[in-house]
């Protein structure tokens, strides 16, 4: 691998790390908006001790090193920037999800009874679960291990983020603050680790096994899970009235659905 071609991936990682602490956006919405998503969850799923596959550590490694930095280094900052400029970034993401769908809806190879089904059902399951409030604040061992396997199976799915599924068990704001607090807290971050690994072994062979039996089915159902979850950045917008009042979130919006766009017409 080209250094060139590193780098770029170092970045796509960090695009993704950063997706995947604000609660609301995927990872694997921003694999899909960097078109490597196919090849990342193949690539995850070879590290299972259940398959055969080839890895492919380079690209892995590149990746992942983009991602972890990108998560801890934000993991501290960015309630601070989510408390001040929440609008703003919920809308620029907004557009980013909306575009990773229109990219994915480019690479299906049809449209009829199946898949137009699947994305009916992939959207009115992501937009109930977008609409969900937070649970309590019970931070027992057995529900963090639940809590660590649904957030990295919802990164791998260009849905409902990682960290929303943190949040909405009640374990978001527990776990930024145990990550600052390593030392104290170390045990419960091991057990969130634990899900984590668990449903990074697992999950990704469902969803490559799926790719394989029926791309167009299974891209239509990516597709509805997408355009559901923008229930949940529009939720999370301080939307005023009329026009003028919203030109910051609209520039947003903009910024972030044709940027995306432009990649992806240069890259066809």
């Not at 009874?113 to 009916?120: D, F, N, P």
């Not at 291990?145 to 799915?157: D, P, Q, T, Y």
Request: a neutral charge; hydrophobic letters at 55%.
């Amino acid at each position: 691998m080209a250094l060139k071609e590193k780098l770029v991936l170092f970045l796509k990682g960090v695009v993704m790390g950063l997706a995947q602490i604000v609660p609301g956006v995927s990872a694997g919405a921003m694999a899909i908006v960097t078109n490597i998503y196919e090849r990342f969850i193949e690539a995850v799923h070879s590290l299972s001790p259940f398959t055969e596959e080839k890895t492919e550590v380079g690209f892995l490694v590149t990746l992942g090193l983009g991602m972890v930095l990108s998560f801890f280094s934000m993991a501290l900052v960015i309630p601070t920037i989510l408390k001040n400029y929440e609008s703003i970034i919920f809308a620029f993401f907004f557009g980013l999800i909306a575009a990773a769908a229109v990219s994915t809806y480019w690479k299906t190879t049809r449209v009829d009874e199946k898949t137009v089904l699947l994305a009916s059902v992939g959207f009115i399951l992501a937009f109930l679960f977008s609409g969900m409030e937070p649970l309590g604040t019970y931070h027992a061992l057995p529900l963090l291990f639940v809590a660590g396997f649904l957030s990295v199976c919802a990164m791998l799915l260009p849905g409902i983020s990682g960290s929303f599924v943190m949040l909405l068990l009640g374990q978001y704001e527990y776990m930024l603050n145990a990550l600052s607090q390593f030392w104290i807290y170390w045990i419960d971050i091991t057990v969130v680790l634990g899900g984590m690994f668990t449903a990074l072994f697992t999950f990704p062979g469902v969803i490559d096994r799926l790719l394989k039996w029926d791309k167009a089915a299974t891209l239509s159902f990516l597709i509805g899970l997408m355009l559901g979850a923008l229930r949940l950045p529009v939720r999370r917008m301080d939307i005023g009235p009329g026009v003028v009042a919203n030109i910051p979130l609209l520039a947003a919006g903009g910024i972030g659905l044709f940027s995306v766009l432009y990649l992806e017409l240069l890259n066809r």
